[in-house]
């Protein structure tokens, strides 16, 4: 669909079919069970190449205080260590190859139909210029929502080529037709003629008096009742008061779209300190380094407010707090989130006006792993088969969170930190919808605007003077790096990581043929996270 195509008045041209296919319980059974083989594989290799980094690590630092400014032979271990994670890499990325073509021969003919969709978007109104009629072309508008029940949840369908088409915006799940309406036409601020969402001219005064006291801000109507509610979330007084020091934001919401008011944005940061010392992707670091940029700290985060894991661990009760009384919630950390916040707490809470989880999650460390598997021993079965990532996006449904992005299986400090940095530089100074920041990650080769380019790269993770590759597959660096190298080395890392061999092209770049296409579908880490609900969610500041 189109967002906004209809409210502007134009007809939107049916492009829905039914088709009926021949289904196979036992083929599916069998797809099932290797999807689920390799998401352990993923695991339990993700855990050992970083236990095995954080001892070569150790050891070189021990060594370098023992020899104590004398050139010490560290690297033969280090090397040792790139040759073993480059063959698991391997075999993981062969084997998410053949789970992909397996998926793709079940679903079979309805592959085929979407072949339709793969043509240059067309703009339904008369153009006043050759130029207008361009940049309409240029622009990308479809989203796709995928309609599928939780079994085939588990498949990686966005790894599938026949679903990437030219005028694609934006890809999403769902897992159902009525789920889908709930999430537009439920919320009380989507699709107003008047101008879009989220505080709109056209909103009643009862609505914004409810979503005033539910953030604790204040303004118009609803000043006088916000007061009277008193929120439980820390610092938020002082946040409002730099209310007057931040720089406006002239971000229009189109008709049709669902608006994150971006100074109501909470988070929780590695609430354990699960990392080592000698960690240089620590969260807490990365975080805290993504805020502070000077462009960024000035318009679009210096309200934000969360939890960190040097101040204190959060209690549950924090996490409902955060949850209920923001706009949006970021959580980046160790383990699954739901490991952190017990599913029936999620379960029970109405989270409409919390329109964006954003969950970068699923990294293991040492430390976390030890902590957590003394509390999933005395789990029972059902307990932990909730925590897993397709049940915990429907948790999130049934909380009516309109948008979750989330992982599929197991990842990297330093993955979890790229896809942060360039999700972020998309949602907030790119002004791009969620549906087409995920969409990026999956074929980063569509960036055609430059300053979307310089954006993603300038925001891509802060690395120390000397760069190691990704999991510690390889050396470190002898030389140093430059600034503007940081992200032909991110994009050079997370290929090696995916077993994939990739031209060092920036992320931003635009295909000059297929083969980036045909890399980026390849990339396994590529398609980890993915997004359940509405791709069509906009980052932007409103006015009260």
Known sequence: AQPGAGAAGHPLQSRSFVLRRDTSKERLERLLDEVRDFKSEVGTLVLKHEYQRSQSAKQKRTLEAITAGVDGEGGGSANHLTEEHKADLELLQTWFARLVADTAEYIGPALHRFERLNRPSSATTVSTSRREQQQQQQQPDDCLVLLIDPNMAELPLEALQQLHFDSLSGMSRDFSLQLVARRLFG?????????????????????????????????GAGKDKASKAISRIPGLRDASKKQSKIIPLVRPVPPGHLAVDTSHIRHVVDPYLDCAETEQWKP??????????????????PRWLGVTGDDHAPSVGEYEVYLREGTGFIFYGMERFLAHVPPHAVASLGLTDCRLVALFDMAQTSQSFLRQSKIDVVKRSDQLRLEKPVETAL????????????????????????????????????????????????????????????????????????????????AAAAAEVPDGQALQDAATATSADAGTVMTETPAGAAATDGSEADAAAANRTSFNMILYGLPNILVTLIDK
């Open 187 to 219: 919320s009380k601020h989507l699709l107003d003629e008047d101008g879009g969402a989220g505080g709109g001219a056209g909103d009643d005064e009862e609505d914004d008096d409810q979503r005033a006291a539910a953030v604790g801000g204040g303004g």
């Open 284 to 301: 807490l670091d990365q975080f805290r380094a993504m805020m502070e940029r000077p462009e960024r700290a000035q318009q679009f985060t």
């Open 395 to 474: 948790l999130m449904t049934l909380a009516g969170v309109p948008a979750l992005c989330c992982h599929q299986w197991a990842s990297t400090l330093k993955e979890n930190a790229s896809r942060l940095g360039t999700f972020l530089a998309d949602v907030l100074e790119g002004g791009k919808t969620v549906g087409q920041a995920v969409n990026f990650v999956y074929e980063p080769y569509k960036r055609a605007n430059p300053e979307d380019s310089a954006a993603a790269a300038s925001d891509e993770p802060a690395a120390p003077a000397t760069v190691e590759a990704i999991n510690g597959d390889a």
